[in-house]
């Protein structure tokens, strides 16, 4: 589990990543995306928000290190343009 520098975002990792927009820690959190987890071994060990959010860097038991939101990273945008929606 990790919030973001703001509060706003947290990630909670295990068989794959969510993002969740959080109004309020106690009563709302809303489903911003889930990223899958691409090592195949359905164990994500960590999650670590970059700079403003802008990405989310997953290490899982595959011992590689995927980083979702770079530049042209389709499905953290699509995350963004989503949350901008609501």
Do not use: C
């Not at 068989?15 to 195949?40: H, M």
């Not at 670590?48 to 953290?76: C, I, T, W």
């Amino acid at each position: 589990v990790e919030f973001d520098f703001s509060g706003s975002y947290i990630a909670v990792a295990g068989s794959d990543i969510r993002v969740y927009q959080v109004a309020n820690v106690k009563t709302e959190w809303n489903l911003v995306k889930t990223l899958p987890d691409l090592s195949g071994t359905g164990k994500v060990t960590s999650v670590k928000f970059g700079a403003d959010a802008k990405y989310v860097a997953v290490g899982s038991m595959d011992h590689n290190l995927r980083v979702f939101g770079l530049p042209g990273d389709e499905q953290m945008e699509e995350a963004k343009s989503e949350s901008a929606a609501q």
